[in-house]
């Protein structure tokens, strides 16, 4: 009796190994698929001036490219902060200035994923942001900054292009989400 229940107890657990590898492989798989076809929908935005979304039932569409050389940062900012445009990388948020145009764009992202090269960001790190029409502006970065969530806002009185780059803190936090940010400002050089 005491084999057979160590026995059953052994399959239950390799069964429920089995389901959260499976569950893993199954995310990975679809982040994959969902960069190319973000990449793609950036491709067609910039050659043909109209921003579609990447799949058809998509609520959220590619608008800036953000990289940061020496990290080898290359990601497509996509429209909106909400859940599911931050699931597939970092969001401009809505109301703040577009990608390298006057005043200040607020892009954000998980600090797990696509917004944790901040970590390594360092003060005069070279940000570049490509917006739809093709145009790159280089940014410079500033020291980062930890803020409250309440008070954490945006001065949108500039006369160049700025933007905020913004994520959860603490970085390595076991519990997502949390009342504290980290942002980092990026002036236009």
């Known amino acids: 009796m005491n084999r ?5 107890a052994a399959i239950l657990l390799l069964g429920f190994g089995l389901w959260q590898l499976g569950g ?10 969902g960069q ?3 990449r793609d929908a950036w491709t067609e935005a910039r050659d043909t001036g109209a921003a579609p979304p990447p799949w058809p039932w998509a609520d959220t569409r590619p608008v800036a ?3 940061v050389p020496r990290l080898e940062v290359d990601l497509i900012v996509l ?5 599911r445009s931050i699931a597939w990388g970092p969001g401009h948020q809505d109301g703040s200035a577009a990608p390298n145009r006057r005043g200040v764009a607020v892009i954000a992202g998980h600090r797990d994923t696509h917004m944790a090269f901040l970590r390594d960001l360092v003060p005069g790190d070279e940000v570049r942001l490509t ?3 093709g145009r790159t502006t280089r940014y410079a970065a500033g020291p980062g900054r930890v803020l409250h969530r309440d008070h954490a806002y945006v001065r949108p009185d500039s006369d160049r292009p700025r933007a905020v780059l913004l994520t959860c803190w603490p970085f390595g936090a076991l519990v997502p989400g949390g009342p504290l940010r980290y942002a980092v400002e990026v002036a236009a050089l």
């Open 79 to 83: 429209s909106g902060t909400g859940g």
């Open 65 to 67: 490219r953000l990289e």
């Open 4 to 8: 057979r229940l160590v026995r059953m």
């Open 24 to 33: 893993g492989l199954w995310i990975l798989a679809k982040a994959r698929l």
């Open 131 to 133: 917006d739809l029409s």
């Open 36 to 38: 190319h076809l973000i």
